[in-house]
């Protein structure tokens, strides 16, 4: 089965510093896609950033990045210069590519972010 | 509109009432998702519509839960005799045939069901 852990559920970082999100898989297949979701205090859920497998090359988006260690099957999330806006809870998400017609997302259970003034 | 509209954003409910909630997908998407998401936990697949395909139900708890897409746009979730467990938020997602794993889902702000 295919599943996504996320080892932490609580993490809390001053304002301005850097945290690192951690993430790992389980899977058989060999092309995917990661993505990394944020669920502020409003519901909204927010597409952060996404990796596709083939790549080697880490994402980035402005202060956020990946560790993509396709090997150990880790998909960590960097954020920069935490801001206040920062805080919310982030999701790690799975979706492999040969999913047929179902491209259906597997979850991990979430950090909960609390960026501290 | 510019985003994934679900309505209504709250509902309070008594055991036993039937509920039905609705996701407006962005313009064009042909994927549409319905997840729940219970507190503190993560997202639990429900159902997926994709264009005319079979739906995949595979991921609905009961047979008290159902879904329907209209004409390809619009989508109502149906839960019959609701009952406690099923309080939760419920949220849809949609994306471009074909692109869902270039660039993600893109989600609504999710409909707070309570089952009083």
């Known amino acids: 089965a295919q599943t996504v852990t996320q080892s932490q559920p609580e993490m809390s970082v001053q304002e301005a510093e850097t945290v690192t999100l951690s993430c790992t898989y389980d899977t058989s297949e060999s092309n995917y896609y990661l993505f990394w979701y944020k669920q502020p205090p409003s519901r909204q859920m927010i597409l952060v950033i996404r990796q596709e497998a083939y790549k080697q090359q880490n994402a980035t988006e402005n202060r956020f990045s990946v560790n993509f260690q396709k090997a150990a099957k880790s998909f960590s999330l960097k954020i920069s210069d935490s801001q206040l ?7 790690c998400a799975f979706m492999p590519v040969n999913a047929g017609n179902n491209r259906k997302l597997i979850w991990g259970l979430g950090t909960s972010l609390a960026v501290n003034p | 509109g510019a985003g994934v509209s679900q309505s209504p954003s709250n509902k309070v409910t008594e055991k036993g009432k039937d509920v039905e909630l609705r996701c407006d997908p962005i313009s064009g998407h042909t994927a549409l998702y319905w997840y729940r998401q219970s507190l503190g936990q993560g997202l639990e697949f429900l159902i ?4 005319n395909s079979a739906p995949d139900k595979s991921g609905l708890p009961s047979d008290r839960f159902s879904a329907e897409r209209t004409g390809g746009s619009v989508s109502t979730l149906t839960i019959q005799r609701t009952q406690q467990e099923d309080s939760a938020v419920y949220l849809c997602a949609s994306s471009s045939s074909g692109t869902s794993g270039r660039f993600g889902q893109f989600f609504g702000p999710g409909t707070r069901l309570t089952v009083l």
């Open chain 1, 85 to 91: 806006g920062d805080t919310a809870m982030y999701f």
């Open chain 2, 48 to 51: 997926y519509f994709q264009g």
